[in-house]
């Protein structure tokens, strides 16, 4: 079993940035997909950044391409989500995900190919 930990939520003031760690711990992997989602209050969850391990590909929503950064250790499984020029829109619960495979590129929206997630952590943006 893969175990995600997710950290560096907080409040922010509009245009402000935050950091996002998610590290693995157990049976991790070599090969892997790490994604990040976020859910607002009343609002389905939805797809914010992906990338694989292999060659490192990005995909990002593009509610947050140009202000957002994922990126990945190298020789571990864990990664982070750089968020920049934050607005109230992004006030959310964000979630870590990972499959242990390097997913093709049009699955890296889906919430369901993604078996590991973590508990998530509250991103607040607000002056």
């Known amino acids: 079993q893969v175990q995600l930990l997710e950290s560096g939520g907080g409040l922010v003031q509009p245009g402000g940035s935050l950091k996002l760690s998610c590290t693995a711990s157990g049976s991790t992997f070599t090969d892997y997909t790490m994604g990040w989602f976020r859910q607002a209050p009343g609002k389905e969850r939805e797809f914010v950044a992906a990338i694989r391990s292999g060659d490192n590909k990005v995909m990002y929503a593009e509610s947050v391409k140009g202000r957002f950064t994922i990126s990945r250790d190298i020789g571990k499984m864990s990664g982070h989500l750089q968020m920049n020029s934050l607005t109230p829109d992004d006030t959310a619960v964000y979630y870590c995900?990972?499959?242990?495979?390097?997913?093709?590129?049009?699955?890296?929206?889906?919430?369901?190919?993604?078996?590991?997630w973590g508990q998530g952590t509250q991103v607040t943006v607000s002056s």
């Open positions: 995900a990972a499959r242990g495979a390097n997913l093709n590129y049009g699955s890296f929206t889906r919430s369901n190919v993604y078996p590991y």
